[in-house]
């Protein structure tokens, strides 16, 4: 079956950039999906990139995608306290009709040291 | 903006009540998930449904039911609760598999306790 995997931790000095790693092995996987989860909050889209790109940048968020590898990162410049949540991996196909729940990682706690 | 609501936020029940979670989104999304999050174990599907009165199982159905019958909501229910469903349950809609549509909008979540 499909299985995603991210680091549970990572930690990070404000200011510096932060990379999150999660890899997968669905390779008909169509989308992958980063979700950020604060405390106490339901997850939110961050962003997502299609499998037939390999980058995509979006303000401070630049999602690398090395699909021969399949090896997804996202990378936060410039970290701020504010980012500090759980972050979630995610893949989903095209799979053209039913619905088809999205696989996750386990998410990767991002925290800040000041 | 998509907007998906659960019924509660926190819920303690005791052990052998039924449990009913109850999950509503504003946006006409043909599919409806239960997940839930535990430490460690990440998001597990639980059920979802494609459309009204239809539902697959997920991963972990196991002491788990559903019901949707109404586009709108979507019922996760605990015949009989035991303590290891003490959880946090995670609702979420989507509008089609296909395309970026697959997107999921997720509620704030229920944290339920069984004692």
């Known amino acids: 079956g499909e299985d995603v995997e991210q680091s549970l931790f990572l930690s990070v000095r404000e200011g510096d950039s932060s990379v999150i790693n999660c890899t997968y092995t669905d390779s008909s996987s169509t989308y992958l999906y980063w979700y950020k989860q604060e405390p106490g909050a339901g997850l939110q889209l961050l962003t997502y990139i299609f499998s037939n790109m390999d980058m995509k940048q979006d303000q401070r968020l630049t999602v690398l995608l090395n699909k021969k590898d399949k090896h997804l990162s996202l990378r936060i410049a410039d970290t701020q306290t504010g980012d500090s949540a759980i972050y979630f991996c995610a893949e989903g196909q095209n799979s053209g009709g039913g619905a088809d729940g999205l696989t996750f990682g386990k998410g990767t706690h991002l925290i800040i040291q000041p | 903006d998509v907007k998906v609501t659960q019924s509660s936020r926190y819920l303690v029940k005791r052990t052998g009540e039924k449990v009913f979670l109850e999950c509503v989104q504003d946006m006409d999304h043909e599919n409806m998930f239960w997940y839930r999050q535990d430490p460690g174990l990440g998001l597990r599907l639980i059920y979802f449904?494609?459309?009204?009165?239809?539902?697959e199982k997920g991963d972990i159905p196991e002491g788990y039911s559903v019901s949707r019958e109404k586009k709108e909501r979507f019922s996760l229910i605990l015949e009989s609760a035991s303590t290891n469903q003490t959880s946090m349950y995670l609702c979420a809609s989507s509008l089609w598999a296909s395309g970026t549509d697959n997107e999921q909008f997720f509620g704030p979540g229920t944290r339920l306790t069984v004692l």
């Open positions: 449904s494609y459309d009204v009165k239809m539902k």
